[in-house]
């Protein structure tokens, strides 16, 4: 039984792995661990980039710490490729990109990671197959690893401190992706609601003020009209939805209510 669900588990990921829309090629140049490897492949599935290429990992591969960090990041470690060379690598490649803190001789074009997903998002559409290249943990990638790229992606962080690990890396050069792929559009509840209308809120500042005029709110009388508008500038700005009116009308009414009943016990005392 458990073996049972193991087995569809791991049919419902690799369902998930072939829905996935093309993306770029992330190829790690002479990974040293393997956990860093499985790492980098979970922020890569999390944003929906799942092609893996490895050139020369130090430990040699499959590495089963690699699977372990990846946790259900699994199928991108198994379905990663292997190359002795980086040339060999992205062969097949029509544009590839270096990431690389580090400032070079080397005149190439710099982007951000959003201008580089910018970039490769119509090559990837019209049915290119792009590359994003990382270097190794300990010395990034060398002169000649990015000689061989269109273009530098630099991430915009702290001079004093400019060191991104493997994974940090992969995940914010997929986060873009994800962007720029339309990934990061989350639905929520608050935007399948209606806003409230004009009339509503007409009606519920009415409302408002009279409760609050038959309670004494508004001393001295003077001043009604400045503390009006300011209430219903208030209102007007917090853009309530239709559901949200209608709870502070009803917030209102028991207000009312309430001050009535108290001031029916307090006759009766």
């Known amino acids: 039984m458990v073996e049972a669900a193991i087995a569809n588990e791991r049919q419902s990921r690799r369902d998930g792995l072939s829905a996935l829309r093309p993306a770029p090629i992330f190829v790690l140049v002479a990974p040293q661990m393997g956990e860093n490897i499985g790492a980098a492949a979970r922020a890569m599935l999390n944003?929906?980039?799942?092609?893996?290429?490895?050139?020369?990992p130090r430990d040699g591969w499959p590495n089963p710490k690699a699977g372990a960090m990846a946790a259900g990041a699994s199928l991108v470690i198994d379905q990663a490729q292997v190359f002795d060379t980086l040339a060999e690598a992205i062969a097949d490649c029509t544009l590839v990109l270096a990431t690389t803190a580090r400032s070079r001789d080397i005149l190439l074009p710099v982007h951000d990671p959003a201008?580089?997903?910018a970039?490769?998002?119509?090559?990837?559409?019209?049915g290119e197959k792009c590359a994003v290249l990382f270097g190794a943990e300990r010395s990034g990638l060398s002169n000649e690893d990015v000689m061989r790229a269109d273009g530098i992606i630099s991430v915009p962080v702290n001079p004093a401190f400019a060191s991104l690990n493997l994974a940090q890396a992969a995940l914010i050069m997929a986060y873009e992706w994800g962007r720029i792929d339309g990934r990061t559009s989350f639905d929520?509840?608050?935007?399948?609601?209606?806003?409230?209308?004009?009339?509503d809120?007409?009606?519920?500042?009415?409302?408002?003020?009279?409760?609050l005029d038959a309670a004494g709110?508004?001393?001295p009388p003077e001043k009604k009209s400045v503390m009006s508008r300011n209430l219903r500038a208030a209102f007007t700005r917090a853009n309530f939805t239709d559901g949200e009116l209608q709870t502070l009308r009803g917030v209102v009414k028991a207000l009312a209510k309430g001050r009535g009943r108290f001031a029916e016990k307090k006759r009766d005392i």
Do not use: C, N, W
């Open 119 to 126: 970039l490769i998002a119509p090559r990837i559409e019209a």
């Open 115 to 117: 201008g580089a997903a």
């Open 217 to 219: 709110y508004f001393h």
């Open 47 to 56: 944003f929906g980039v799942s092609a893996l290429r490895l050139v020369a």
């Open 201 to 211: 809120l007409e009606r519920f500042h009415q409302h408002m003020e009279d409760e």
């Open 188 to 199: 929520s509840a608050l935007a399948e609601t209606q806003a409230a209308a004009k009339d």
